[in-house]
Every structure is written in C-alpha cells, then in structure tokens.
C-alpha cells in the first residue's frame, strides 16, 4: 500500500492506494495552504490517517506530485514524518514512460504527466483529457501515446468569481445546475451560463481537435468541477475523479520496479 499526494494550487489531494491492485483505501483533501508550516500539515495529515483509521505507517512508499513550488519541500517533509519513508518526488530523474513532444518538456506540470500516464493505461488512444478546476486544461494524447500539448483555460468557477468581481449587479452564485436551458432570472442564467457554456465549450474543443488528428479518441474528464459539467456535454466521455492518483501509482511502481532490476543487476555482477 501506497500514499499518493498531488498538491494542486486549490487543494491538496491524497489517496491511500494498494500498490498492486490499484484499490483506492480512501481519498481526503485539505486547502493548499502555503502559510502552513511541515509541522501543520503533518498534524493534519496524521489526523486524516486517523479519520480514515489507517496507520500511516503501514506505507510501503509515498509519492507526490506539485505544481506549487513553495509548498513542495513542506509536503515531502509533512509525509515522511509520518509515515517514515522516502517520498518519490515527480519531476527530473523520475520515470514515466510518457514521450513529451511539447517545446519544452520541463514545462509539463508533474499533474498532468500522471493524468496522462493514468489515461493511456485505461483509455484507447488518442485520448484527450481535460482537467476542470482552477484553470481548465486540455491534454492531447496521439495514437502513439506522445504528449503532443493541448489548451489552459479559466475553469468555470473562476470565470464566474471574475463576473461577479467586475459586474455590480451580478451576485456571487452557488455552482449547480440551473432548472433549465434558457434562464429566466438573474441567478439562474449565471448557473446556466455556468454548466452550458462550459459544456457547450469542452463539446467544440473535442470537435476541433478530433478533426485536426483526423480520427475519434477517447476523452477523459478529471477535476473538482468536471462532475457538474461531464453530464450536460453532448460528447460522450468518461468521468473519473481519481485520474491523478491512478497515474501516481503506476509511476511509482515504474520507478521501484526499475530500482529493483537495477539492484538484482549489481549483485548479479
């Protein structure tokens, strides 16, 4: 059994997963907090383990993937207080099987490459991923498996927070679907525009991009918000809360797995 942790700039996300069959124990998250100290977010992951009883140090391993550069060193230091191990950080000297073809490959937030190595072990290739949260992100994976790029865009509640931020007479609105397509109050129209437009959106992405690969690919949805949305698009595609996770686990197992040859290589020798 393994922790995998994914600090994202919202929140934190960490999911107790057996190494070998995939089963997820449980999942918890906690805000990203970059005031918080390694002794806070030691206290408060012990107290998750607690919730979920579960004692952290049954662990085999950790790994974490960041794309909050402050809060890293923190986390690492949080888990393996806690759990007494090495923590695998994703990043340089990490192996993950994915062939990145953007510019430049140290671009590609340590997120994503797990999504991605997530989406081609369970999806037919191509297959483009999208990401709903802070931002929204589109992944793009050909019918090779490289990382060919893809889109960032402002994920749906910000877009709605900057609405009411900069127009006076639109209220800050619960995000949720609206009664119906076309609104007839104030609120209602907001959470229309919410789920529709976004839906409406992800629809034509998909669209664009299958006509530019020339050919139909699977499409996966992730995201603290992809689950209000994933229902209302036209497209079909396939939900899955968990896709980081999964993704952490299969690098992890790559990486000890790779150790291990090398260890059985040198006292062969």
Same mark, same amino acid.
């Given at each position: 059994?393994?922790?995998?942790?994914?600090?994202?700039?919202?929140?934190?996300?960490?999911?107790?997963?057996?190494?070998? *069959?995939?089963?997820?124990?449980?999942?918890?998250?906690?805000?990203?907090?970059?005031?918080?100290?390694?002794?806070?977010?030691?206290?408060?992951?012990?107290?998750?383990?607690?919730?979920?009883?579960?004692?952290?140090?049954?662990?085999?391993?950790?790994?974490?993937?960041?794309?909050?550069? *402050?809060?890293?060193?923190?986390?690492?230091?949080?888990?393996?207080?806690?759990?007494?191990?090495?923590?695998?950080?994703?990043?340089?000297?990490?192996?993950?099987?994915?062939?990145?073809?953007?510019?430049?490959?140290?671009?590609?937030?340590?997120?994503?490459?797990?999504?991605?190595?997530?989406?081609?072990?369970?999806?037919?290739?191509?297959?483009?991923?999208?990401?709903?949260?802070?931002?929204?992100?589109?992944?793009?994976?050909?019918?090779?498996?490289?990382?060919?790029?893809?889109?960032?865009?402002?994920?749906?509640?910000?877009?709605?927070?900057?609405? *009411?931020?900069?127009?006076?007479?639109?209220?800050? =609105?619960?995000?949720?679907?609206?009664?119906?397509?076309?609104?007839?109050?104030?609120?209602?129209?907001? #959470?229309?525009?919410?789920?529709?437009?976004?839906?409406?959106?992800?629809?034509?992405?998909?669209?664009?991009?299958?006509?530019?690969?020339?050919? #139909?690919? *699977?499409?996966?949805?992730?995201?603290?918000?992809?689950?209000?949305?994933?229902?209302?698009? #036209?497209?079909?595609?396939?939900?899955?809360?968990?896709?980081?996770? =999964?993704?952490?686990?299969?690098?992890?197992?790559?990486?000890?797995?790779?150790?291990?040859?090398?260890?059985? #290589?040198?006292?062969?020798?």
């Amino acid at each position: 059994m393994i922790l995998a942790v994914d600090v994202s700039n919202t929140c934190t996300t960490l999911g107790c997963v057996e190494r070998h *069959s995939g089963e997820i124990r449980f999942t918890a998250q906690l805000a990203s907090d970059r005031r918080r100290t390694a002794d806070e977010y030691a206290i408060l992951l012990h107290n998750l383990f607690v919730l979920h009883q579960t004692d952290p140090h049954e662990m085999e391993g950790c790994i974490l993937s960041s794309v909050v550069p *402050s809060l890293t060193p923190l986390v690492r230091q949080a888990l393996e207080r806690i759990t007494g191990k090495k923590v695998m950080v994703v990043g340089a000297g990490v192996k993950t099987g994915l062939n990145i073809l953007i510019d430049n490959p140290a671009q590609l937030g340590s997120d994503m490459v797990a999504m991605a190595v997530a989406a081609l072990a369970l999806y037919p290739k191509p297959v483009l991923i999208f990401d709903l949260s802070t931002a929204t992100t589109l992944s793009v994976l050909d019918a090779k498996g490289g990382y060919l790029g893809g889109m960032i865009m402002p994920g749906p509640s910000l877009g709605m927070e900057a609405l *009411s931020q900069s127009a006076a007479q639109l209220p800050h =609105i619960s995000f949720e679907p609206p009664r119906r397509l076309i609104a007839t109050n104030t609120v209602e129209c907001m #959470k229309s525009g919410y789920i529709y437009g976004t839906a409406a959106m992800l629809d034509g992405v998909i669209a664009r991009i299958e006509e530019k690969l020339g050919e #139909k690919a *699977s499409v996966v949805a992730t995201g603290s918000q992809a689950s209000d949305i994933v229902r209302f698009c #036209k497209r079909k595609m396939v939900f899955e809360p968990n896709l980081r996770l =999964i993704g952490l686990r299969l690098i992890y197992n790559r990486n000890t797995e790779a150790e291990n040859r090398d260890k059985n #290589k040198i006292e062969r020798a």
